[in-house]
């Protein structure tokens, strides 16, 4: 079956809930046993089953197993947020003394517990270059354990060179971590030589913007124990209702994709042809850098993307920003919804490579809304930025 077929029907158990057609929510701590002996039968494999509220639910279990047949790996852990999901993986696989390797271009909170929770921890990090692919292996010590992907980079989109990144680290006897987010349906990470897949969960499989969720798939049952077992001395336990919507945007996830694709493919070729723009940022274009890896690796796109502009005071893009119908301001992505950020300055941070665009820099979610509407707005947003600019 395709895969859009499988994500219908993965985690979906009708005959045990007299027929319906979607898990219902379960809203349990505490779980009762028969016997003593089923009691202490559960307590001996507590992962298994039903046993305590914060182990999970019917519900819970029934989204980590959908997830893990969209990402193609052995097991999926739920987590209360995409960045809870990243911190959960990392504080699995390191400890005092280990070295880690972080892409550059990580998500900013990423890059915020790396230096602040890892650090104290007594773990190193060193940043490096999102184009090193196979060059990683120079960056490898003895007492690496993890080098962290992300593809393509959430702000300035880089895609990397996964299956190079995965040879050279298990090489030399460290993990692969990749933070799946934008390929979501996309990129096979367990196929390219990923080890631990780490989706925000809240972005296009929840795709409603109203629930926080994260998780992470683990290619082999070794793995997804060490992960289970780390969450769950942390207490970490997300909520059932949040499953649920989890469960409500996976449904729908492979048409909502193709219209998001669809329209950000079509809004990106519109604005290269345009005079204010120096430059676009979304692998699924020919022009971009990334290109070439993105048709190997992925068999799609989605609906993030970056712009470069011309050179333009802050004024005048702000004024562009400020007067969108549709684009939103909002920090997130992969909902209904349309949304942009600026992301020039603080926004990006870089401390192996140098990320310097010649003007502003802009980052667009193209939402469900009809492209042609989603047009006009970009077009009377750079008549702002003109008049603004003058």
Not at 87 to 103: I, P, Q, S
Not at 209 to 233: H, N, Q, Y
Request: aromatic share 8%; hydrophobic share 40%.
């Amino acid at each position: 079956m395709k895969k859009s077929t499988r994500i219908l029907h993965a985690g979906r158990k009708p005959e045990q809930f007299h027929g319906a057609v979607n898990p219902p929510v379960y809203h349990a701590s505490t779980i009762l046993h028969p016997s003593v002996e089923a009691m202490e039968k559960s307590g001996r494999n507590p992962f298994e089953g039903v046993r305590y509220g914060r182990f999970g639910t019917p519900t819970t279990f029934a989204l980590e197993e959908a997830v893990a047949e969209l990402e193609g790996g052995h097991r999926t852990v739920a987590t209360s947020s995409g960045l809870a999901a990243i911190t959960g993986a990392l504080l699995a696989f390191l400890k005092a003394g280990d070295h880690l390797l972080m892409v550059d271009t990580a998500y900013f909170p990423t890059r915020k517990f790396c230096d602040t929770v890892l650090s104290g921890l007594g773990i190193e990090i060193t940043y490096y270059d999102p184009l090193a692919g196979a060059g990683i292996k120079a960056l490898m010590r003895p007492n690496t354990k993890v080098v962290f992907t992300e593809s393509p980079g959430s702000l300035t989109f880089e895609v990397q060179d996964i299956p190079a990144i995965a040879e050279a680290a298990h090489a030399a006897g460290a993990i692969v971590m990749m933070d799946n987010t934008w390929g979501v349906l996309h990129f096979q990470p367990f196929t390219k030589g990923v080890d631990v897949s780490i989706q925000a969960a809240t972005k296009y499989i929840v795709g409603h913007a109203d629930a926080m969720l994260g998780t992470i798939t683990a290619a082999t049952p070794e793995l997804w124990l060490k992960v289970k077992t780390s969450l769950a001395a942390f207490g970490a336990s997300p909520g059932t209702e949040e499953m649920y919507l989890g469960l409500r945007g996976l449904r729908t996830l492979a048409v909502r994709l193709r219209q998001h694709a669809e329209t950000a493919l079509r809004l990106t070729q519109w604005l290269e042809t345009r005079p204010e723009v120096e430059s676009i940022l979304y692998p699924p274009l020919a022009s971009d850098p990334g290109h070439a890896l993105w048709k190997r690796d992925f068999t799609g796109g989605c609906g993030l993307f970056g712009v470069i502009l011309k050179p333009a005071s802050k004024a005048a893009v702000d004024a562009m920003l400020d007067g969108y119908s549709h684009f939103k301001l909002g920090f997130s992505w992969g909902g209904f919804e349309s949304l942009v950020i600026p992301t020039s300055g603080h926004s990006i941070i870089r401390t192996a490579t140098s990320w310097a665009p010649k003007g502003p820099s802009l980052r667009f979610h193209a939402g469900l809304e009809d492209a042609d509407d989603l047009m006009e707005d970009l077009e009377r947003g750079f008549g702002r930025l003109a008049c603004a600019g003058s």
